[in-house]
T-cell receptor, first 112, second 111 residues
Framework: DGGITQSPKYLFRKEGQNVTLSCEQNLNHDAMYWYRQDPGQGLRLIYYSQIVNDFQKGDIAEGYSVSREKKESFPLTVTSAQKNPTAFYLC???????????FGPGTRLTVL | GQQVMQIPQYQHVQEGEDFTTYCNSSTTLSNIQWYKQRPGGHPVFLIQLVKSGEVKKQKRLTFQFGEAKKNSSLHITATQTTDVGTYFCAGPRGGNTPLVFGKGTRLSVIA
């Protein structure tokens, strides 16, 4: 089955710890994205990557970091510098930069 | 920068009533996409509109792209409880940069 997966579904961390969220796709898409969604809010772009070994900051990149070492994988690290990390994190991919986006099931991060 | 505004933010309807959400862009769009996110789920692509004045239908859903390609609407006829969720529109920012999403319209359907 082709698709995009995120793990884990729920994640709990203590304040001050870095945490890495996984995102994998087997759709052979070039572009991948990370969004943050807060309750009742829209999608805010954190980082995106349109090609392996390259990525750009989105609208709310502060406190986050990413890597794109493989086409299939785009992990997101939520660092201790992120002031309000508790949120729903969605990963997406598309064939090209403005193409239809396919979303993973998301990871709900709670920082205690 | 490019902005996509959606109204209303929330809509509560009785089952069987119609529902419309509107999407407005500050600039002309080459295309517009619509997504649906069920409660607790993730956004799922519904449709893309490309041509000026384009109208597309998916069963009870009707999507329109304005003549000036700066606005779009999604109309649901005779809502059902399965229509519950948040509907997002999204348009290109320009160049080969990611889509910009509207904040969405959350639809509640009262049975």
């Amino acid at each position: 089955d082709g698709g995009i997966t995120q793990s884990p579904k729920y994640l709990f961390r203590k304040e001050g710890q870095n945490v890495t969220l996984s995102c994998e796709q087997n759709l052979n898409h070039d572009a991948m994205y990370w969004y943050r969604q807060d309750p009742g809010q829209g999608l805010r772009l954190i980082y995106y990557s349109q090609i392996v070994n390259d990525f750009q900051k989105g609208d709310i990149a502060e406190g986050y970091s990413v890597s794109r070492e493989k086409k299939e994988s785009f992990p997101l690290t939520v660092t201790s510098a992120q002031k309000n990390p508790t949120a729903f994190y969605l990963c997406a991919s598309s064939m090209y930069g403005q193409g239809t986006q396919y979303f993973g099931p998301g990871t709900r991060l709670t920082v205690l | 920068g490019q902005q996509v505004m959606q109204i209303p933010q929330y809509q509560h309807v009785q089952e069987g009533e119609d529902f419309t959400t509107y999407c407005n862009s500050s600039t002309t769009l080459s295309n517009i996409q619509w997504y649906k996110q069920r409660p607790g789920g993730h956004p799922v692509f519904l449709i893309q509109l490309v041509k000026s004045g384009e109208v597309k239908k998916q069963k009870r859903l009707t999507f329109q792209f304005g003549e000036a390609k700066k606005n779009s609407s999604l109309h649901i006829t005779a809502t059902q409880t399965t229509d519950v969720g948040t509907y997002f529109c999204a348009g290109p920012r320009g160049g080969n940069t990611p889509l910009v999403f509207g904040k969405g319209t959350r639809l509640s359907v009262i049975a």
